[in-house]
């Protein structure tokens, strides 16, 4: 079983803060996706990677491949009391798609 | 368009008692499956189907059954609850398992379990 293990485990900021998680394995992925999950809901994709080194940007979120594709970044800019939640990243293979335990993050006004 | 729907919300159950957690989704999604969430271990792959009449086992599949008759359904059986079974339960679907993994994984909004 491919393990991701992300970091940290929590992250409390106050609004306008920057902040970056991370998502690491020792095994290579053909690709790696982040989920955002919000309190009595299900994970919902924000972005998919492929490419080693590629970087995605989505409004203030900028989400980063590893080159050697084994771990991926999240970069928040001035963070927001809405980006509260739970961000896990995933990978897959044969059929699995295997998620981190993720980092839980609080954004305080 | 109602996406992943799941049922029921909450559900209490004592030790040793069956029920079917329900899964739909309305996407002609090939691809489905079902995994459990759990303090400090995140998202755990239960079973998981390729599309109808095909199912396999995912990360913990002990204690749970699945079936997959229709593309629409995907209920997941739990023969004799027991008290680790505690948890959130997801079902979630995809179009297609791709070789590139790229596709969207949709997630219903989760069924709360309580096994006394």
């Known amino acids: 079983t491919q393990l991701l293990e992300q970091s940290p485990q929590f992250l409390s900021i106050q609004e306008g803060e920057n902040l970056t998680v991370y998502c690491n394995s020792s095994?290579?992925?053909?690709?790696l996706q982040w989920y955002r999950q919000e309190p009595g809901e299900g994970p919902v994709l924000l972005v998919t990677?492929?490419?080693?080194?590629e970087v995605k940007k989505l409004k203030r979120l900028t989400f980063q491949f590893g080159d050697a594709r084994k771990d991926s970044s999240l970069h928040i800019t001035a963070a927001q009391p809405g980006d509260t939640g739970l961000y896990l990243c995933?990978?897959?293979?044969?059929?699995?798609?295997?998620f981190g335990k993720g980092t839980l993050l609080t954004v305080n006004p | 368009n109602a996406g992943v729907t799941q049922t029921p919300k909450f559900q209490v159950l004592k030790t040793g008692q069956s029920m079917t957690l329900q899964c739909a989704q309305d996407?002609?999604?090939?691809?489905m499956s079902w995994y459990r969430q759990d303090p400090g271990m995140g998202l755990r792959l239960i079973h998981y189907?390729?599309?109808?009449?095909?199912?396999d086992q995912g990360e913990v599949p002990n204690g749970y059954n699945v079936s997959r008759s229709t593309t629409e359904d995907f209920p997941l059986r739990l023969l004799s609850a027991a008290p680790s079974q505690t948890s959130v339960y997801f079902c979630?679907?995809?179009?297609?398992?791709?070789?590139?993994?790229?596709?969207?994984?949709?997630f219903g909004s989760g069924t709360q379990l309580s096994v006394l």
């Open positions: 979630a679907s995809r179009l297609k398992w791709t070789g590139s993994y790229r596709e969207k994984l949709f």
């Open positions: 095994s290579v992925f053909s690709s």
């Open positions: 990677v492929v490419t080693g080194g």
């Open positions: 995933a990978g897959g293979s044969n059929y699995k798609l295997t």
């Open positions: 996407m002609n999604h090939e691809y």
């Open positions: 189907s390729v599309g109808a009449g095909i199912t």
